[in-house]
């Protein structure tokens, strides 16, 4: 049974930094790309951005410059560095590899 579990949402003030967690279980972390998504109030969910097994990163054009996805394939944990965020980045953030999703972890960035 794999799982995915992601944590470190919350609010923030525009310009503020967060850094967000996804915790896998299971043996599928380290063979497979992962990747984070997201889903703004009333909007289709979004990709933001993926790695590789290799590390290989790459970013939706909204998110480049300013949010750094990368993993840890020894504690099994994947990480997206929000720097800079903006009120447009509030969203419920998704966990995703192959056909598994997390429950996902809320952003806000309000002033």
């Known amino acids: 049974q794999v799982q995915l579990v992601e944590s470190g949402g919350g609010s923030v003030q525009p310009g503020g930094s967060l850094r967000l967690s996804c915790a896998a279980s299971?043996?599928?972390?380290?063979?497979?790309?992962m990747g984070w998504y997201r889903q703004a109030p009333g909007k289709e969910r979004e990709w933001v951005a993926t790695?590789?097994?290799?590390?290989?990163?790459s970013y939706a054009d909204s998110v480049k410059g300013r949010f750094t996805i990368s993993r840890d394939n020894a504690k099994n944990i994947m990480y997206l560095q929000m720097n800079n965020l903006r009120p447009e980045d509030t969203a419920v953030y998704y966990c995703?590899?192959?056909?598994?999703w997390g429950k996902g972890t809320l952003v806000t960035v309000s002033s």
């Open positions: 995703h590899t192959l056909f598994y």
């Open positions: 299971g043996s599928i972390f380290r063979a497979n790309a």
């Open positions: 790695i590789t097994s290799g590390g290989t990163t």
